[in-house]
């Protein structure tokens, strides 16, 4: 009969604490917290506790179970009205952001039919796992784990999806194994369509943030999303004006080719909170197609991105538990 001590002894270097075994005849049932660790390490993990087991006399198979500590999970959606007004990097960035500022976050690229987070977090070509069905998100090298659909079909290939078999693929990306992650930065398609709808219903965001221009027509459209939130209930944490001031790189002079201050005008008018504003620079449209997010860096172009982390990071903590 194998001694449960020499079990725990061959376990003890390779999971410490994390592994509970019990025996049972010539079989090892073995439970293994992987609470705190990145999905990544699920399967070597797993892989390096099976063949310690087996090196014990009369241990023939091996059966690990994996768990953890349930962490209370908010998530953020980060909305446009319209497509262009970049959503998608402003979701990168606040995601790394708060990351910065002590959340474990984790990194949805719900936008079903334009997926860009797999290029603005420096994976493309990157596979994610699933174990039991249930996705695992890819490490990304800002230690923000990322699910995009870009992940799952090739950079070519147009996703001609109706709305409930988007839904359902959105549904999927949400509800992957996150580990410990305790905030999900969602970076929703523009619009106010059925993908938003079955992200308000069944998912439930903590709250929303809204992305805009300076633009009349862009700030229409966001005045829609944000109608859309609040009939739902769902708290907007506030409006960002992206693309506010171009900076000429010879001359130094600033113009708006979008207007100024239209976002904030409008979140004064709406009663919500304003974030902030992002120029429109050449470093962050550089740096943002090169998988270097401007907010990861030293340099100035990521100074625009702090406020709107610290206000989204704040209200976190006041408002969003």
């Known amino acids: 009969m194998t001694d449960p001590a020499q079990l725990e002894a061959a376990l003890s270097p390779v999971a410490g604490t994390r592994a509970t075994a019990r025996i049972e005849g010539s079989r090892a049932s073995i439970i293994l917290d992987v609470s705190g660790l990145d999905a990544s390490e699920h399967d070597p993990l797993e892989a390096r506790v099976r063949a310690a087991a087996l090196t014990v006399p009369g241990i023939e198979t091996v059966r690990v179970a994996l768990t953890s500590q349930r962490t209370r999970r908010l998530s953020i959606a980060v909305a446009s009205g319209k497509g262009g007004v970049g959503k998608s990097t402003v979701s990168a960035n606040l995601a790394i952001g708060l990351k910065a500022r002590g959340r474990r976050v984790g990194l949805v690229d719900a936008d079903i039919y334009g997926p860009s987070q797999p290029r603005l977090m420096r994976v493309e070509g990157s596979k994610p796992t699933a174990r039991d069905k249930v996705l695992q998100p890819v490490s990304t090298p800002y230690g923000v784990p990322l699910l995009s659909m870009g992940q799952l079909v090739a950079a070519d290939q147009a996703i001609a999806w109706r ?100 976002a904030e005008a409008a979140a004064r008018e709406l009663g919500i909170a304003f974030l902030g504003r992002i120029p429109l620079d050449i470093a962050i449209r550089t740096g943002s197609d090169a998988g270097l997010p401007p907010v ?24 969003g538990r």
């Open 296 to 319: 990861a860096g030293n340099g100035p172009e990521g100074a625009a991105f702090a406020p709107i982390a610290d206000a989204v990071s704040r209200w976190i903590e006041t408002e």
């Open 163 to 262: 709305g409930p078999m988007a839904a359902g693929a959105l549904g999927q990306l949400v509800d992957a194994n996150w580990g410990d992650a305790d905030t999900l930065v969602l970076d929703l398609p523009p619009g106010t369509g059925d993908v938003q709808l079955t992200m308000i219903q069944k998912h439930r965001p903590a709250g929303a943030v809204i992305v805009s221009t300076p633009q009349d027509l862009a700030l229409i459209d966001a005045r829609r999303a944000i109608d859309l939130f609040q009939k739902a209930g769902i708290p907007i944490i506030g409006l960002i004006e992206n693309m506010a001031g171009y900076a000429c790189p010879h001359c130094g002079e600033v113009s708006d080719p979008f207007g100024q201050g239209g």
